[in-house]
């Protein structure tokens, strides 16, 4: 096999990056995208922010109350999912165009396969005129990772971030890679570091220099695949095209609920916001899922595969039948999320006429 010219492509603080469009005042103050933090009382999360707010220590995840701790003056933006789908439908035709053989992994991710430029340095051509056509086109910022594969191109996008290029060829692998902590490798999150951290592998090169089979016995299967990934092995392929493969809204509480009406009411909400997008997007769903989380922390995940619809109703309903055991009225709610999988687009799903109802 010809070696390949893989790029990895990330929007910078996509969604704070949106909002600071929408309203140019934000520009250079922090901006916190995420759940609304009531003055410190908000109960939901931080879906991400800009780097202005990076700088106070506020991440992607953290409780909105710790953000709210940590830049009380920030500008707090509730999360507008249509505008970020907007600005990413239109971004990721500008890559198509670029690179056909593409790869949405994400709202705001692609891989491209670039083997076609044939040397990095037209690679690194290319990954400019798509920044400059995503800014001219957008006003928004990436960063794009080349590399002779996904898991390098990967890596290298988030070694210059914001508004960079950077390029890992296969024989740089060695000295740009491994000296990187283990915790960029995907999918080491912190309990796989700290097992590998507390028999001495703290760095990339580490795991790339150490015996796989000491890694097999601790990971199984996985410890062969972290190994791999560290020596930067990877023949994934690009997949040409993307469908997402479940959409779900989830909303914590302002206060523990007992309140039945309450409840209801959100999982009507939560269910005309998922129907939208369903529709929106022109999908078929053929499962319907629930979480539910008291406010011991308990919680709770229910799921059913159904006949292909694309209705709110069966949303509605069946999302009610599966939290229905959990609405006796003995705990208190904290959280509800509502989820439905099976995603495929209408066109697709008219051969398969025997699943389509109504
Ligand atoms: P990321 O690309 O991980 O983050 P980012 O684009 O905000 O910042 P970076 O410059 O580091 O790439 O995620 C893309 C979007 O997905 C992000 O803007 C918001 C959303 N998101 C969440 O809602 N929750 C999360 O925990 C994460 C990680 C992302
Ligand atoms: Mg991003």
Same mark, same amino acid.
């Given at each position: ?40 009382l908000g109960r ?212 523990d609920l007992e ?26 769903? $053929?499962?319907?899922? =629930?979480? #539910? /989380? ?8 229910? !799921? *059913? %595969? ?25 705990? $208190?709610?904290?959280? =509800?999320? #509502? /989820? ?8 697709? !799903? *008219? %051969? ?6 109504g």
């Open positions: 096999m010809g070696s390949r010219i893989i790029m990895h492509l990330d929007m910078d603080c996509f969604f704070a990056a949106v909002e600071e469009k929408k309203n140019p005042q934000l520009k250079g103050k922090p901006v916190i995208v995420g759940a609304d933090p009531k003055q410190g939901g999360v931080v879906s991400t922010c800009n780097y202005e707010a990076r700088r106070f220590g506020v991440r992607s995840g953290m409780p909105i109350s710790k953000a709210w701790q940590l830049c009380q003056y920030a500008t707090y933006c509730p999360v507008d999912f249509p505008a970020y789908m907007q600005a990413s439908s239109h971004i990721m035709g500008i890559i198509r165009k670029h690179a056909p053989k593409m790869e949405q992994v994400g709202i705001d991710e692609a891989y491209m396969d670039a083997s076609f430029c044939e040397s990095f340095d037209k690679a690194k051509e290319l990954a400019a005129s798509i920044k400059a056509d995503i800014f001219s086109q957008q006003r928004l910022t990436c960063s794009i990772g080349i590399g002779p594969n996904k898991l390098v191109a990967k890596i290298a996008t988030d070694m210059r971030k914001p508004d960079g290029i950077t390029a890992v060829k296969e024989r740089e692998v060695e000295q740009k890679l491994w000296p990187l902590p283990a915790n960029r490798l995907p999918g080491i999150g912190k309990k796989t570091e700290s097992i590998l951290s507390a028999i001495g592998l703290r760095t990339i090169g580490d795991i790339a220099k150490s015996d796989v089979n000491r890694l097999i016995d601790l990971f199984g299967k996985g410890g062969y695949e972290i190994c791999m990934m560290a020596r930067g092995a990877d023949e994934r392929e690009i997949e040409d095209y993307y469908e997402p493969k479940s959409i779900s809204r989830e909303i914590t509480f302002d206060a309140d039945r009406g309450l409840i209801l009411q959100a999982i009507d909400g939560l269910s005309k916001d998922i129907h939208g997008s369903v529709t929106e997007e022109g999908y078929f769903y $053929r499962s319907v899922g =629930i979480k #539910i /989380r008291f406010s011991t922390f308990e919680t709770h995940t229910r !799921i *059913r %595969t159904i006949k292909a619809s694309a209705d709110l109703d069966t949303i509605r309903s069946t999302a009610l039948e599966l939290m229905a055991p959990f609405l006796d009225g003995k705990k $208190r709610i904290r959280l =509800i999320g #509502i /989820r439905v999988g099976g995603l495929v687009e209408r066109g697709g !799903i *008219r %051969t398969l006429g025997e699943f389509v109802q």
